[in-house]
């Protein structure tokens, strides 16, 4: 079975006033159940594009996108995305963000309220159903946004640089409990990120992405077992090997 594939993908930006923009070129990927994907690369490359693309919020210009042997035209109910912004409902408290898709799929109330419960208490929040997003650190709110996506049950989460924003000790927090999240609910995983630390701590396979046009340049399995530990030296080794890409990437632009 194809489980999720881009094929060929073109994505041309058309402007009225500036030639077309090829933002990708002759992409082919392709992503298995249950897999841990990073997407990686300088920034325009077309990393948030190809998220937007599988979420189904932008099409590509030409090629397909093939989920569970399908082509795929729209948004999928079980395709869920985290944005970098979090983007909580400001005027809802904490527990109406996260059972929003339950809600909007008519779930009973009682349904919604054993949903919220489960999830703020898998995110370490349950004391804070009832508040409002601006009362919430931007860790806080990273945690519900993605407690709001994994309400919906996705079978893949899309991740656009979801802990860009955070410190550095909140971000490694968020990762840890994303990967127990991930182990947990087997989902399949496509997060994008600048960080090559990241990618390293998080990926069965990092893709990395060139730009100009925007494309794959080489997709690296992370070949180390998990929990990976950073001080240890395979760690180092994947690391410097990923910010070896970025350092050829820009030699060629020079
Ligand atoms: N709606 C749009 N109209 C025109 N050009 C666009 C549009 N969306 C993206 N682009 C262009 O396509 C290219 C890829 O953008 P994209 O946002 O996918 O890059 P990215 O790899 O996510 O970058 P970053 O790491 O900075 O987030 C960029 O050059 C961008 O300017
Ligand atoms: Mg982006």
């Not at 041309?12 to 030639?19: C, H, L, T």
């Not at 993605?146 to 656009?160: E, S």
């Not at 000790?169 to 409990?177: A, D, F, G, P, S």
Request: proline share 4%; net charge positive.
């Amino acid at each position: 079975m194809n489980y999720l594939k881009l094929e060929n993908i073109k994505k041309v930006f058309s402007n009225n006033s500036k030639d077309d923009f090829i933002a990708l070129n002759d992409v082919n990927l392709e992503i298995k159940e249950s897999e841990f994907i990073c997407l990686l690369g300088p920034s325009g490359c077309g990393k948030s594009t190809i998220l937007r693309m599988i979420a189904g919020l932008e099409t590509p210009s030409s090629g397909s996108i093939i989920y569970k042997d399908k082509k795929i035209y729209k948004a999928q109910k079980d395709i869920g995305m985290v944005f970098q912004n979090y983007s909580l409902m400001p005027w809802l408290t904490v527990q109406d963000n996260i059972v929003l898709g339950p809600k909007f799929s008519k779930v009973s109330k009682n349904e919604r309220k054993d949903i919220a419960n489960h999830y703020l208490e898998m995110i370490n929040m349950t004391e804070f159903g009832g508040v409002y997003p601006y009362e919430l650190s931007g860790g806080m709110q990273q945690r519900v946004a993605i407690a709001r996506a994994l309400a919906n049950n996705p079978d893949v989460l899309l991740m656009d640089e979801p802990f860009g924003a955070l410190d550095a000790y909140t971000r490694i927090v968020l990762q840890k409990e994303l990967l127990k999240i991930w182990e947990k609910h087997k989902i399949t995983v496509v997060f994008v990120t600048h960080s090559v630390d990241e990618a390293a701590y998080l990926a069965d396979k990092v893709v990395f992405m060139k730009s100009k046009p925007g494309r794959i340049y080489k997709e690296i399995p992370i070949i180390m077992p998990r929990e990976r530990k950073r001080e240890d030296p395979q760690f180092g080794k994947i690391t410097s090997e990923l910010l070896q890409l970025f350092e050829e990437n820009n030699k060629i632009k020079k």
